[in-house]
């Protein structure tokens, strides 16, 4: 093999992770190939954030991500943290905003993050090779060489940033998994995460007939709480609140909603009984939740629509607002992975090591960013998992 096909390290996958790890190896010093089989280079993060790129979240911390250790990413994200990122931003000029609980998002918009992670990747004379399939990888003399589809590469070290099954229509590949059960490793059981619950059946009809309507609820699932805002789509629940939970859902598992309103719901019901005895109950309710809301919940719940406040007892009221503090469905399922964000699951970190995200396996094998079993909360965290697993790997 020719000297202009060995490196010393290979990057698959021209992502967030890739794309980084990429810059900073490349700037140590090392030989670095980056590879992908898309036609143009980070083309989730192009999306992210709808075109803004929410690229990490201030209260970053390793309780906020899932896994099956959930201690794993505790070591990289304390060594690299969101305020390292901002400074490598602002050395390239670019500013930020910061909106709802602590998400960071790019001023420049997303082009301007990708310019400056294939800047980096310049400033370390890295190469990108894009359309470039994977066509196998072997492991001879201490070394790893990658079939493709233009020739054949070699490279000391390898590491892995290919992501998870999310998005597929963007190119997302199980290649990473393919790759970790080659040399050993095992895959965590991978499903959808910050993605929409689907409903069917009358419920599901209810639903689209008020799509677009969205309230701030709590939603809780068994292992998690979240209180943020809910929106009602033709299919199902979306929102953060619904992406949120849909993280730790897991499938045939009861969703609680418990909505909330500006005041006492339950007092201020009771007085306007006292006031307006003969305003009926969904006027009433529509005081205090988004009317075409009021309407379906007054359907759904334990009292008529059509009755009058003059005729219900307190006890009815209370039974009510009971049932909004803890409205509970079954959603039939998720979006999947056409819009799932994340994938939950992944390569299992007991195969690796923590401070350096290399294989316990295969000494020079590594995996970063979304393909490991770490699953940040919505709002950046994912992003930041990319940033701080793609420098641990850097470093080592």
């Known amino acids: 093999m020719s000297d202009a096909n060995q490196f010393d390290t290979i990057v698959l996958g021209a992502g967030a992770a890739g794309l980084f ?62 305020w390292d990122f901002i400074s490598l931003m602002a050395a390239h000029g670019l500013t930020y905003t910061e909106k709802h609980k602590g998400q960071l998002f790019c001023d420049q918009k997303s082009g301007a993050i990708i310019q400056m992670l294939l800047d980096e990747c310049h400033k370390g004379s890295a190469e990108i090779r894009l359309s470039t399939e994977i066509s196998g990888i072997t492991r001879q003399d201490g070394r790893f060489v990658v079939e493709t589809s ?111 309103t500006t005041e006492d719901l339950n007092a201020a019901l009771r007085a306007t009984k006292q006031d307006s005895p003969r305003q009926s109950f969904v006027k009433a309710l529509e005081a205090h939740l988004p009317a075409r809301l009021a309407g379906l919940l007054a359907d759904i719940g334990p009292i008529s629509p059509e009755a009058r406040l003059a005729d219900l007892s307190h006890a009815a009221i209370d039974a009510f607002t009971a049932f909004l503090s803890d409205w509970t469905l079954t959603p039939m399922g998720t979006e999947g992975y056409r819009t799932a964000e994340v994938t939950v699951g992944g390569i299992s970190t007991d195969g690796l090591d923590q401070k350096t995200m290399e294989s316990r396996h295969v000494p020079g094998l590594y995996f970063i960013g979304e393909c490991v079993d770490v699953t940040g909360w919505l709002g950046g965290y994912n992003f930041q998992w990319a940033w701080a697993s793609a420098h641990a790997a850097a470093l080592a």
């Open 21 to 82: 790890h990429a810059g900073l190896a490349g700037q140590r010093g090392r030989r670095v190939l980056v590879l992908d089989h898309a036609k143009r280079p980070a083309d989730k993060v192009r999306i992210s954030g709808g075109g803004r790129c929410n690229f990490t979240n201030l209260e970053t911390r390793a309780d906020r991500f899932l896994g099956q250790n959930l201690h794993f990413a505790k070591s990289a994200l304390a060594r690299y943290t969101p």
């Open 150 to 260: 233009s020739r054949a590469v070699s490279g000391q070290r390898l590491v892995v940033a290919t992501g998870g099954l999310s998005i597929p229509k963007m190119g997302a590949t199980g290649l990473a998994y393919d790759i970790a059960r080659q040399f050993g490793h095992d895959i965590v059981e991978t499903r959808p995460g910050l993605v929409p619950f689907t409903f069917s059946g009358e419920l599901g009809e209810k639903f689209a007939a008020i799509s677009g309507v969205a309230a701030p609820v709590i939603a809780s699932v068994a292992d998690a709480r979240f209180e943020e805002d809910l929106l009602f789509t033709h299919r199902g629940l979306s929102g953060p609140a619904a992406l949120q939970t849909s993280s730790y859902w897991m499938a045939g598992e009861p969703l609680s909603l418990c909505l909330q």
